[in-house]
Antibody, heavy 120, light 112 residues
Framework: QVQLVQSGGGLVKPGGSLRLSCTASGFTFSDYFMNWIRQAPGKGLEWLSYISGSGRIIYHADSVKGRFTISRDNAKNSLYLQMNSLRAEDSAVYYC?????????????WGQGTQVTVSS | QSVLTQPPSVSGAPGQRVTISCTGSSSNIGGGYDVHWYQHLPGTAPKVLIYANTNRPSGVPDRFSGSKSGTSASLAITGLQAEDEADYYCQSYDSSLSGSGVFGTGTKVTVL
């Protein structure tokens, strides 16, 4: 069955960096758009980034553009989110998710979520 | 910031029917793009309840139904049950966001 297993969250100081990983199984990873979504405490879901199956098409929301970078390694069935210059407002639960098909389509499978806390 | 607006909360007694609205614009729902709905329980990942406006994935009870008209969409829950207490989000594609999806502001459903 399809699984998305996340790792890499934790506590980091403001201005610090963190890399989130998401390892996929149960489907042909390179065929699908992948996404990062987050939920800050008391807030709703926010679509952060997406990347095409080949990695050639990438999007970042304005809130993270220039600080976060989405990438993938299809040989390792893995998705990444490199987060730099972290701020307190980046504290959230981060989810990876697979698109049903193209960008902006519904998110059919989700990782378990990983907590990122930015605090001194 | 979300471009899809939902009511912050709705509530109903067990067995009642509740509806959640999702209002967008011409760059998303009104542009003919599909609307999807997710249920989000605390401590778990969101789960698709309705996809492509009206379709239920296998395993989702038929108490949940979706509709879409113009720049808005709705999720209806009939025969409300205690386990339906959760946050619900609509989602669509937005042509002004470089092909990204966008979520609604979210609605907390409380079973009285």
């Amino acid at each position: 069955q399809v699984q998305l297993v996340q790792s890499g969250g934790g506590l980091v100081k403001p201005g610090g960096s963190l890399r989130l990983s998401c390892t996929a199984s149960g489907f042909t990873f390179s065929d699908y758009f992948m996404n990062w979504i987050r939920q800050a405490p008391g807030k709703g879901l926010e679509w952060l980034s997406y990347i095409s199956g080949s990695g050639r098409i990438i999007y970042h929301a304005d809130s993270v553009k220039g600080r976060f970078t989405i990438s993938r390694d299809n040989a390792k069935n893995s998705l990444y989110l490199q987060m730099n210059s972290l701020r307190a407002e980046d504290s959230a639960v981060y989810y990876c998710a697979r698109s049903y098909y193209g960008s902006g389509s519904y998110l059919i499978y989700w990782g378990q979520g990983t907590q990122v806390t930015v605090s001194s | 910031q979300s471009v899809l607006t939902q009511p912050p909360s709705v509530s109903g007694a067990p067995g009642q029917r509740v509806t959640i609205s999702c209002t967008g614009s011409s760059s998303n729902i009104g542009g003919g793009y599909d609307v999807h709905w997710y249920q989000h329980l605390p401590g778990t990942a969101p789960k698709v309840l309705i996809y492509a406006n009206t379709n239920r994935p296998s395993g989702v009870p038929d108490r949940f139904s979706g509709s879409k008209s113009g720049t808005s969409a709705s999720l209806a829950i009939t025969g409300l049950q205690a386990e339906d207490e959760a946050d619900y989000y609509c989602q669509s594609y937005d042509s002004s966001l470089s092909g990204s999806g966008v979520f609604g502001t979210g609605t907390k459903v409380t079973v009285l």
